[in-house]
């Protein structure tokens, strides 16, 4: 699976962004998908996954009420909408798809995009 997240960019403290993740090369629907972010200086961390149908959702607690993953499995993609965005959400954000899932571990995941660039301004 090759997946392309797209959507980065700056946002004032409150605002907020909706990432999208683009998969192809294989069936997406049979895949977990899921979102990790990393800040400068720090480890990567679990954001949130969807199971393969959309039906299960789970989330870090930081970002638990904030933020919503979804996906069209029609148009092979998986969002990412934060609201309520933090400085402390600044990171990249990164796809994973993951076959078994879905994981809340990095290393659950088989495939990963490319990462794009979130800053949240105070």
């Known amino acids: 699976v090759q997946l392309q997240a797209c959507g980065g960019g700056l946002v004032q403290a409150g605002g907020f962004l909706r990432l999208s993740c683009a998969a192809s090369g294989r069936t997406f629907s049979n895949y977990a998908m899921g979102w990790f972010r990393q800040a400068p200086g720090k480890e990567r961390e679990f954001v949130g996954a969807i199971s393969w149908s959309g039906g299960s959702t789970f989330y870090a607690d930081s970002v638990k009420g904030r933020f919503i993953i979804s996906r069209a499995n029609a148009k092979n993609t998986v969002y990412l909408q934060m609201n309520s965005l933090k400085p402390e959400d600044t990171a990249v954000y990164y796809c994973?798809?993951?076959?078994?899932?879905?994981?809340?571990?990095?290393?659950?995941?088989?495939?990963w995009g490319q990462g794009t660039l979130v800053t949240v301004s105070s």
């Open positions: 994973a798809a993951d076959a078994h899932g879905p994981g809340v571990k990095g290393y659950q995941y088989d495939y």
